[in-house]
C-alpha cells in the first residue's frame, strides 16, 4: 500500500482530503498544517508521498519542498492548491512537481499518484536564477545546478533569490561552485563576475 503525509493549514481539507485518499488505499502516516510540520514528518515517516497544500502561513509549500529535497533528493511530491497561477510556478516545473486543483476529483488524484511514483526524480543540469545581494539596488543573473541554487538562498549576503529560466543554459560548475565557496567568507566579486546585471528597479 502507497503511504503519504498530508499537510495543509485547512482541517476541513485535510478531512476531506483524508477520506478520498481512504478509499484509493493510501495509508496516511501523518498530518501536518505547514511547511515546517512536513519537513519534520519526513524526515520521521519517509513516506512514499508527500501531498501538500502552497499557501499555508509562515511556512508554505515551497518552504516543504525545498527543504525535503535537501534531506532527500528522491523525495516525491503533490502539490494541492485552489491557486490557478501556480502553473507558472518555476519551482514545481523544474522539479516535475504535479498539481492538485481544489475542489478534488478522485479519479484524478489516483492518476496523479500512479504518474508520480512511476516517474524518475532527475534535477535539470543548469537554469537560470535571479538575485539581489543585500544593499544592492540591482538585480543579477546566472546560470547554477539545483544545489548551487539552494547555496544561494542559504548566503548571509543574498536578500532574494528565484529560479527564472528553465532552459539548460551552460553552466561554469567549478567557477560558480568556487564563486559560492568564497560568498560564504563574504568575498562576492567572483559570483559578480559570473552574473548578469538584469535591472536596478
Given at each position: 500500500?502507497?503511504?503519504?503525509?498530508?499537510?495543509?493549514?485547512?482541517?476541513?481539507?485535510?478531512?476531506?482530503?483524508?477520506?478520498?485518499?481512504?478509499?484509493?488505499?493510501?495509508?496516511?502516516?501523518?498530518?501536518?498544517?505547514?511547511?515546517?510540520?512536513?519537513?519534520e514528518l519526513y524526515k520521521k515517516h519517509k513516506p512514499d508521498l508527500v501531498l501538500t497544500d502552497l499557501q499555508?502561513?509562515?511556512?508554505?509549500?515551497?518552504?516543504?519542498?525545498?527543504?525535503?529535497?535537501?534531506?532527500?533528493?528522491?523525495?516525491?511530491?503533490?502539490?494541492?492548491?485552489?491557486?490557478?497561477?501556480?502553473?507558472?510556478?518555476?519551482?514545481?516545473?523544474l522539479l516535475n512537481i504535479p498539481i492538485l486543483h481544489k475542489p478534488f476529483d478522485t479519479q484524478q488524484i489516483?492518476?496523479?499518484?500512479?504518474?508520480?511514483?512511476?516517474?524518475?526524480?532527475?534535477?535539470?543540469?543548469?537554469?537560470?536564477?535571479?538575485?539581489?545581494?543585500?544593499?544592492?539596488?540591482?538585480?543579477?543573473?546566472?546560470?547554477?545546478?539545483?544545489?548551487?541554487?539552494?547555496?544561494?538562498?542559504?548566503?548571509?549576503?543574498?536578500?532574494?533569490?528565484?529560479?527564472?529560466?528553465?532552459?539548460?543554459?551552460?553552466?561554469?560548475?567549478?567557477?560558480?561552485?568556487?564563486?559560492?565557496?568564497?560568498?560564504?567568507?563574504?568575498?562576492?566579486?567572483?559570483?559578480?563576475?559570473?552574473?548578469?546585471?538584469?535591472?536596478?528597479?
Open positions: 500500500m502507497v503511504n503519504c503525509i498530508l499537510i495543509d493549514d485547512d482541517p476541513d481539507i485535510v478531512d476531506v482530503f483524508s477520506e478520498l485518499l481512504h478509499t484509493i488505499n493510501v495509508d496516511i502516516l501523518a498530518t501536518g498544517n505547514n511547511g515546517k510540520d512536513a519537513v499555508m502561513p509562515r511556512y508554505d509549500g515551497y518552504y516543504a519542498v525545498e527543504n525535503i529535497k535537501d534531506v532527500d533528493s528522491m523525495a516525491k511530491f503533490i502539490m494541492i492548491t485552489g491557486d490557478l497561477d501556480v502553473r507558472n510556478s518555476n519551482l514545481l516545473n489516483k492518476q496523479t499518484i500512479d504518474d508520480v511514483l512511476l516517474r524518475e526524480n532527475e534535477f535539470p543540469t543548469s537554469f537560470q536564477i535571479q538575485y539581489k545581494f543585500k544593499e544592492d539596488v540591482n538585480y543579477y543573473t546566472c546560470t547554477v545546478n539545483y544545489q548551487q541554487y539552494r547555496n544561494f538562498k542559504l548566503l548571509p549576503v543574498i536578500e532574494e533569490c528565484e529560479i527564472t529560466n528553465q532552459k539548460n543554459t551552460k553552466l561554469f560548475y567549478e567557477k560558480m561552485q568556487n564563486a559560492l565557496n568564497l560568498a560564504t567568507e563574504n568575498d562576492i566579486a567572483p559570483i559578480r563576475k559570473l552574473s548578469e546585471v538584469v535591472s536596478n528597479d
